[in-house]
């Protein structure tokens, strides 16, 4: 059976979205990153970075969330329609989910990190104003590509509009107002109304 390390409030929510969508059974085994967790010996024989999510499948050992997404969803999500159909699809789905990580995760953690995760103390108020500037950019490069369709890749939700809907997750806890992108807001509105979302949401 599949194993999943990590919390839903962690990197973890993405693979456990995707499990979700699959219909997969599967072991949830909640390691919080916030305590002493992932110092445990046997999960750092498993993963050394000590980072959540960790996937086991069979004799493969995964780490990072959008590897395993990636995995699962080629691996398994053909039926379900989660894998696009041929090699533009994959690329395409391989282009958004390195763009979402390398444009947007960073500095919208930070936004959220200073806006609502950290003590009053710590919060920096100049930081998240510096990083919601920076995700201007790419928030209107998606909302472009948004314009007049659905879905990122052809006519039906894939594996490319979960991990990027996953990170941009982060936008109302953050407080990031997307009012000015209209097509990306109405996707990502759909993306997480979908039930697999609402129940990794509750895992």
Not at 134 to 159: H, K, M, S
Request: hydrophobic share 40%; glycine share 6%; with cysteine.
């Amino acid at each position: 059976m599949i194993r999943i390390y990590g919390i839903t409030q962690s990197r973890a929510f993405r693979p456990l979205w995707l499990l979700e969508e699959l219909g997969k059974e599967y072991e949830h085994i909640r390691l919080d990153y916030r305590g002493d967790d992932l110092n445990d010996p046997e999960f750092r024989a498993l993963n050394p970075n000590g980072r959540v999510p960790t996937l086991v499948d069979g004799e493969l050992v995964l780490w990072e969330s959008m590897a395993i997404d990636l995995y699962l969803a080629r691996n398994y999500g053909a039926d379900k329609g989660l894998w696009p159909d041929d090699i533009a699809g994959e690329a395409l789905t391989w282009q958004w989910s390195f763009w979402v990580m390398t444009e947007v995760e960073r500095p919208l953690l930070a936004v959220l990190m200073h806006n609502r995760v950290l003590p009053e103390e710590k919060r920096d108020p100049a930081r998240a104003s510096r990083n919601l500037g920076a995700l201007q950019a790419p928030f209107g490069v998606l909302d472009r590509a948004l314009q007049g369709r659905e879905y990122l890749i052809g006519e039906r939700f894939t594996v490319a509009d979960l991990n990027v809907a996953a990170v941009f997750a982060w936008c109302k806890p953050a407080r990031v107002p997307l009012k000015d992108y209209p097509d990306l807001s109405r996707w990502l509105t759909r993306c997480l109304a979908r039930p697999a979302c609402k129940q990794a949401q509750r895992r």
